[in-house]
């Protein structure tokens, strides 16, 4: 598919030259009507970009860029199970997961549904028999908590969920993930734990991953020891794609659920990888929470570029970090039940697109991979908003924030989305210096004082926000929001030509953890051969360690 973005970009930078000075207070004065020319609502949910350094013309010009890059034929690569993942020659459909309607769905030209659709018949009985309780723990009681052992995206997604629907989570069941290698992570949630009504799912794409395999076979010693080792069976179960490792480990053949390789780890919440959550909340929400991705799946497919959500989120994203060179993007979810989902995120961007090769093999012609960070509204106001109001780089930030709580108190509820609100129209409109002049001159402050702390009161303003307002945090919109940014990554690594479903670069700092174990466990291990700053980190381990 050749493509050639020379005359896509260099439109675009001509354009930022010509319209540096334009802010965006100065775009709204200019037009009162912008929200309606930059905002798409679909069903109970709306992406508002009028807050961007965009114009008309910006975005024509961005649409051009997507069409340059031959977003449509991509997309249409991506949806047809074509090995689009060419460093690991692997498709990329982890849209079958979520595919509730039946469409006819291959990976490779091998029909994917009939796996799909028996997973997750088996996956819905296991869940409703742990819930219900006809599947019980080895002593006959029900299961009173699920421990999820997963790390990356065997973790992230599962434990971002599971706190996002927190409230559809039986009352008698508690949700835990344990990820870390750090046996503070299993140590401590096995401490506060019945483990004669504990269930463990052990999640891994691989099987092999470190931190998971250490984590699982704590657990499982510490169930040995206290129920005994015929207990293992009653109290373990397995998601993974590598069958054969986990029959080594032990566990029972009903218990173990399978995926494929076209499921990269970070789109893997889909999946088995999500019993954890589906077991929490029920199989008709769990469906619904799918239906929610493929809610997405079909808006992305069929919307045009100029509605098109997930495209427009690339689009701007791109804009602002490729031309307008801000190199950081923040997710604000005014929902504190999304606490997890600036982390879920980071995976599924900065793993995604972190990439500084392109697909043809030479370095990358683009600048990839904003750095992805955030926190829930309004805590964040209190602790780095400061920078992102008056630091000397603007932060692009996505706030989400839905019309109605929960369950929520109504007031509560009507706070948080004033503070939201009131958090874009400050980054976007700021308070020039006679506004603060005007202002400190009211409360009775006199001109020396307006001089001297005038300067400090200033907001630049012209900070680009976008706002997803969604109607409520149902499992069928958490899907959708899920899917939207999945598609959004999609879109920026066409634009960018970059693999974004492989991650060799995770690989370097495995290799040498495997090679530093043994140095670091045995003390007297020589260290003659390690750089300097290494092995003095060892040194100084040992001594301090006693
Ligand atoms: O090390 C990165 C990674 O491979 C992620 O891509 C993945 O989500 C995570 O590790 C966990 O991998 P697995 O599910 O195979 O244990």
Same mark, same amino acid.
């Given at each position: 598919?050749?493509?050639?973005?020379?005359?896509?970009?260099?439109?675009?930078?001509?354009?930022?030259?010509?319209?540096?000075?334009?802010?965006?207070?100065?775009?709204?004065?200019?037009?009162?009507?912008?929200?309606?020319?930059?905002?798409?609502?679909?069903?109970?949910?709306?992406?508002?970009?009028?807050?961007?350094?965009?114009?008309?013309?910006?975005?024509?010009?961005?649409?051009?860029?997507?069409?340059?890059?031959?977003?449509?034929?991509?997309?249409?690569?991506?949806?047809? +199970? =074509?090995? *689009?993942?060419? !460093?690991?020659?692997?498709?990329? /459909?982890?849209?079958? #997961?979520?595919? %509730?309607?039946?469409?006819?769905?291959?990976?490779?030209?091998?029909?994917?549904?009939?796996?799909?659709?028996?997973?997750?018949?088996?996956?819905?009985?296991?869940?409703?028999?742990?819930?219900?309780?006809?599947?019980?723990?080895?002593?006959?009681?029900?299961?009173?908590?699920?421990?999820?052992?997963?790390?990356?995206?065997?973790?992230?997604?599962?434990?971002?969920?599971?706190?996002?629907?927190?409230?559809?989570?039986?009352?008698?069941?508690?949700?835990?993930?344990?990820?870390?290698?750090? +046996? =503070?992570? *299993?140590?401590? !949630?096995?401490?506060?734990?019945? /483990?004669?009504?504990? #269930?463990?799912? %052990?999640?891994?794409?691989?099987?092999?991953?470190?931190?998971?395999?250490?984590?699982?076979?704590?657990?499982?010693?510490?169930?040995?020891?206290?129920?005994?080792?015929?207990?293992?069976?009653?109290?373990?179960?397995?998601?993974?794609?590598?069958?054969?490792?986990?029959?080594?480990?032990?566990?029972?053949?009903?218990?173990?659920?399978?995926?494929?390789?076209?499921?990269?780890?970070?789109?893997?919440?889909?999946?088995?990888?999500?019993?954890?959550?589906?077991?929490?909340?029920?199989?008709?929400?769990?469906?619904?929470?799918?239906?929610?991705?493929?809610?997405?799946?079909?808006?992305?497919?069929?919307?045009?570029?100029?509605?098109?959500?997930?495209?427009?989120?690339?689009?701007?994203?791109?804009?602002?970090?490729?031309?307008?060179?801000?190199?950081?993007?923040?997710?604000?979810?005014?929902?504190?039940?999304?606490?997890?989902?600036?982390?879920?995120?980071?995976?599924?961007?900065?793993?995604?697109?972190?990439?500084?090769?392109?697909?043809?093999?030479?370095?990358?012609?683009?600048?990839?991979?904003?750095?992805?960070?955030?926190?829930?509204?309004?805590?964040?106001?209190?602790?780095?908003?400061?920078?992102?109001?008056?630091?000397?780089?603007?932060?692009?930030?996505?706030?989400?924030?839905?019309?109605?709580?929960?369950?929520?108190?109504?007031?509560?509820?009507?706070?948080?989305?004033?503070?939201?609100?009131?958090?874009?129209?400050?980054?976007?409109?700021?308070?020039?210096?006679?506004?603060?002049?005007?202002?400190?001159?009211?409360?009775?402050?006199?001109?020396?004082?307006?001089?001297?702390?005038?300067?400090?009161?200033?907001?630049?303003?012209?900070?680009?926000?976008?706002?997803?307002?969604?109607?409520?945090?149902?499992?069928?919109?958490?899907?959708?929001?899920?899917?939207?940014?999945?598609?959004?990554?999609?879109?920026?690594?066409?634009?960018?030509?970059?693999?974004?479903?492989?991650?060799?670069?995770?690989?370097?700092?495995?290799?040498?953890?495997?090679?530093?174990?043994?140095?670091?466990?045995?003390?007297?291990?020589?260290?003659?051969?390690?750089?300097?700053?290494?092995?003095?980190?060892?040194?100084?381990?040992?001594?301090?360690?006693?």
């Amino acid at each position: 598919m050749a493509r050639d973005l020379t005359h896509a970009t260099s439109a675009l930078k001509t354009h930022q030259l010509e319209t540096r000075g334009v802010t965006t207070p100065q775009l709204f004065d200019a037009d009162p009507q912008r929200f309606s020319k930059f905002h798409v609502a679909i069903d109970g949910l709306l992406f508002d970009y009028s807050k961007q350094r965009v114009t008309a013309e910006t975005m024509s010009l961005l649409h051009g860029l997507a069409r340059a890059a031959k977003l449509d034929e991509r997309r249409a690569a991506l949806f047809s +199970g =074509a090995k *689009i993942n060419i !460093t690991e020659d692997r498709a990329v /459909l982890h849209m079958a #997961l979520r595919n %509730v309607s039946g469409r006819p769905m291959a990976a490779d030209g091998t029909d994917a549904m009939p796996g799909v659709i028996e997973v997750r018949e088996r996956m819905g009985a296991f869940a409703d028999g742990v819930r219900g309780g006809a599947i019980t723990a080895a002593n006959g009681e029900r299961f009173t908590d699920i421990v999820n052992i997963g790390i990356g995206g065997s973790d992230l997604g599962p434990a971002m969920a599971a706190r996002a629907l927190s409230p559809y989570v039986a009352p008698h069941l508690s949700l835990h993930y344990v990820s870390n290698v750090d +046996g =503070a992570d *299993i140590g401590d !949630t096995l401490k506060g734990l019945a /483990l004669e009504t504990t #269930l463990f799912i %052990v999640c891994s794409k691989t099987f092999t991953t470190l931190e998971t395999m250490t984590n699982a076979r704590t657990a499982r010693a510490a169930v040995a020891a206290r129920l005994g080792e015929a207990a293992v069976a009653d109290h373990f179960c397995a998601v993974s794609t590598q069958l054969d490792k986990i029959a080594e480990f032990g566990i029972r053949e009903d218990r173990v659920f399978g995926f494929w390789d076209w499921v990269g780890g970070r789109y893997s919440i889909w999946s088995a990888i999500g019993l954890s959550v589906e077991i929490g909340i029920g199989r008709a929400p769990w469906e619904q929470f799918l239906a929610g991705g493929e809610d997405i799946d079909e808006h992305f497919t069929t919307a045009p570029v100029e509605k098109n959500i997930p495209a427009l989120m690339a689009l701007v994203e791109i804009w602002n970090h490729d031309f307008l060179d801000l190199a950081t993007q923040a997710v604000i979810p005014y929902d504190q039940r999304l606490a997890r989902f600036p982390a879920y995120l980071q995976q599924l961007e900065m793993e995604s697109n972190g990439k500084s090769v392109s697909l043809d093999g030479g370095p990358v012609e683009m600048k990839t991979a904003p750095v992805i960070f955030g926190e829930p509204g309004t805590n964040g106001q209190h602790a780095f908003f400061q920078m992102l109001h008056q630091g000397t780089e603007p932060v692009p930030i996505d706030f989400l924030v839905a019309a109605k709580p929960t369950d929520a108190d109504q007031h509560h509820h009507d706070l948080l989305v004033a503070n939201c609100f009131a958090q874009g129209e400050a980054l976007m409109r700021g308070r020039s210096l006679a506004e603060v002049d005007a202002q400190l001159r009211k409360q009775g402050a006199d001109a020396a004082a307006i001089e001297r702390i005038g300067p400090h009161k200033v907001f630049s303003g012209n900070r680009p926000t976008s706002t997803i307002l969604y109607e409520s945090l149902t499992p069928r919109m958490l899907g959708r929001l899920i899917a939207l940014y999945e598609h959004k990554v999609f879109t920026q690594g066409v634009i960018w030509n970059i693999d974004s479903f492989d991650q060799w670069g995770v690989e370097l700092g495995k290799e040498l953890a495997g090679r530093l174990v043994p140095i670091v466990s045995d003390r007297n291990a020589s260290t003659a051969q390690l750089d300097s700053s290494t092995a003095g980190l060892i040194d100084a381990m040992r001594r301090l360690a006693g």
